[in-house]
Nanobody, 125 residues
Framework: QVQLVESGGGLVQPGGSLRLSCAASRRTLIRYVMGWFRQAPGKEREFVASMRWSDRRTYYADSVKGRFTIARDNADNTVTMQMNSLKPEDTAVYYC??????????????????WGQGTQVTVSS
């Protein structure tokens, strides 16, 4: 089982930016996929963004398209997510996720088998 460790959450004003990072504990295979989900108080965990290692194809929730960017650092086996133009409704605990992908869009929690501990992102003035 791959261990995932997130970092980079915090408090930011509306319109500001944050960058989240997630490091995998060991080298991942070509069919691996990593992504980010978030969960606000009283709400279900929801998909934010993901990337397939095999072709570097990315997927985004409609609510974050054009504002968030997911990227992979090959050398460090790390995935990052740059979050710009943050809104109060982006406030949530953000979870890094990893798993094996054999086709299709990895956007469901069931597409992932490893989860990080979560990092709080708060957007408030």
């Amino acid at each position: 089982q791959v261990q995932l460790v997130e970092s980079g959450g915090g408090l930011v004003q509306p319109g500001g930016s944050l960058r989240l990072s997630c490091a995998a504990s060991r080298r991942t295979l070509i069919r691996y996929v990593m992504g980010w989900f978030r969960q606000a108080p009283g709400k279900e965990r929801e998909f934010v963004a993901s990337m397939r290692w095999s072709d570097r194809r990315t997927y985004y929730a409609d609510s974050v398209k054009g504002r968030f960017t997911i990227a992979r650092d090959n050398a460090d086996n790390t995935v990052t997510m740059q979050m710009n133009s943050l809104k109060p409704e982006d406030t949530a605990v953000y979870y890094c996720a990893g798993g094996s992908n054999f086709g299709g869009a990895p956007t469901r929690t069931t597409d992932f088998s490893s989860w990080g501990q979560g990092t709080q992102v708060t957007v408030s003035s």
